[in-house]
């Protein structure tokens, strides 16, 4: 066995919820093949960061893959540049943004533009921009997403976002949380470029067509999540393992490039719950020909919960398990699954509750657990681990880890 699956379901665990039963989505869930994994395989609960952190996905996939947050972790913007495909160089303040839409006095009447979608000819519009010596980079994410990417001398990634997170409110101003004049020329520079964006995006074509259908306009990025690419040592180097990514998401390619992950593109995977997650599984099983370790990402569970569809989220989870048919036998392959977070259906936010671990391979030691479940799986023989213990166990498991002493 010297191959790994690695299948982070985001935000799969959840809480007890009155209206199944006291079950959380997992445990209602009928799930056959997770359970056929768990019966031949070991299981535990993982804080993914650490006890009590609720994590940000991003965060979480840095601890899950061994990088400490804490050293590595600098803001969003980046990791969903990189994950559209943005090139980002050293020094580069990378952002993310929405478009959306704030009358006259910058009062905001939706965040996300009537969820605007096609937004290329607005981010044609504002990239490239000259603001003092600073260039401005715009490119298109999902839907309403965009990313930005300031290149200029002495800038800082330690700015406030311009977004407020809420509507009806004003847009903010950014501004430097460190008290460097690096960072407050990049809050300048990001302020400018939020009120230019207002100027061009209001009197642009496709928002006065959008007007003219009765839609909500795009004419403004609200920008958050400011911050400086990290230098990471990339996964071969740290685990001599050659990895591959499989995400729908901007986020999760990108942070598989940024560990130096080949990225395989699977056309059906969308990020979101009409997926096709039999595809990415498929594909996953045919990338082991060229690489040691595959990490499959599957976005549809936090969605739904952060939408408080629980009845959705347990659906989501039955197709999660239906597509993971042909892993149940296959006994050469080191298969993981578990979530980067919790996200609570009733909270409808990330919550720090631990997350459901399950590891199946050959001749590894089984367990007493029979389902898989946020409380079944807590008298696993992983016991309660903490996200940076995850690739060490790994490792191990291939008989690979680094021997401590002589
Ligand atoms: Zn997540």
């Known amino acids: 066995m010297d191959k790994v699956l690695l299948i982070i379901c ?7 919820i009155t209206e199944l039963g006291g079950k959380t989505p997992l445990e209602a869930a009928k799930t056959p093949n997770l359970d056929r994994l768990v019966k031949r395989g070991l299981t535990g609960l993982m804080h993914v960061v650490d006890i ?23 803001g969003r913007g980046p990791f969903e540049a990189v994950g559209i495909g943005m090139e980002i160089k050293p020094n580069d303040v990378a952002l993310r943004g929405n478009f959306a839409t704030v009358d006259s006095a910058f009062r905001i009447i939706d965040r996300r533009a009537g969820r605007i979608e096609h937004t290329f000819p ?14 401005v980079y715009v490119s298109v994410g999902t839907g309403h997403r965009a ?17 407020p997170h809420k509507e009806g409110v004003k847009v903010r101003s950014a501004y430097a949380l460190v008290k460097t004049a690096s960072a407050k020329k990049t809050a300048k520079i990001i302020n400018q470029f939020v009120r230019r964006s207002y100027q061009i995006l209001s009197a642009h074509p496709l928002n006065k067509k959008r007007e003219k259908e009765g839609k909500l306009p795009g004419n403004i990025i609200l920008l958050r ?38 990225t395989i593109e699977v056309p059906q995977a969308t990020g979101k719950p009409d997926t096709n997650i039999k595809a990415k599984i498929e594909a996953a099983l045919k990338t082991f020909k060229t690489h040691d ?3 499959v990402h599957i976005k549809g569970a936090d969605v739904l919960a952060e939408d408080g569809d629980f009845l959705g989220k347990k ?21 993981v699954i578990t979530a980067d977070h919790t996200t609570s259906s009733i909270l409808k936010i990330h919550t720090a509750d631990p997350v459901p671990l399950l590891m199946a391979g050959k001749n ?16 696993g023989k992983l016991g309660h681990i903490v996200g940076k213990h995850l690739m060490p166990i790994i490792l191990d498991f291939l008989g690979r880890a680094p021997l401590m002493g002589a």
Do not use: W
């Open 364 to 379: 590894l030691h089984t367990d007493q657990v029979t389902l898989f479940g946020e409380r079944s799986v807590a008298s």
């Open 122 to 135: 607005l981010t044609r519009a504002l990239n490239d921009m000259l603001i003092e010596d600073t260039k």
């Open 147 to 163: 990313a930005v990417i300031l290149r200029g001398k002495n800038l800082n990634g330690r700015i406030s976002d311009v977004d």
């Open 225 to 262: 999540g400011a911050g400086i690419l990290p230098k990471l040592p990339t996964f071969l180097e740290k685990y001599s393992l050659k990895a591959a990514c499989i995400a729908g998401g901007g986020l999760y390619k990108g942070i598989g490039r940024l560990l130096g992950m080949d």
């Open 52 to 74: 009590g952190i609720r994590p940000g996905s991003d965060v979480a996939h840095l601890s899950l893959f061994g990088y400490d947050p804490n050293l590595y972790y600098s």
């Open 315 to 335: 659906k989501f989870i039955e197709k999660i398990d239906a597509a993971l048919s042909p892993l149940v036998k296959r006994e050469d392959i080191l298969i």
């Open 10 to 16: 985001d935000g799969l665990s959840d809480r007890p």
């Open 293 to 295: 370790f595959v990490f």
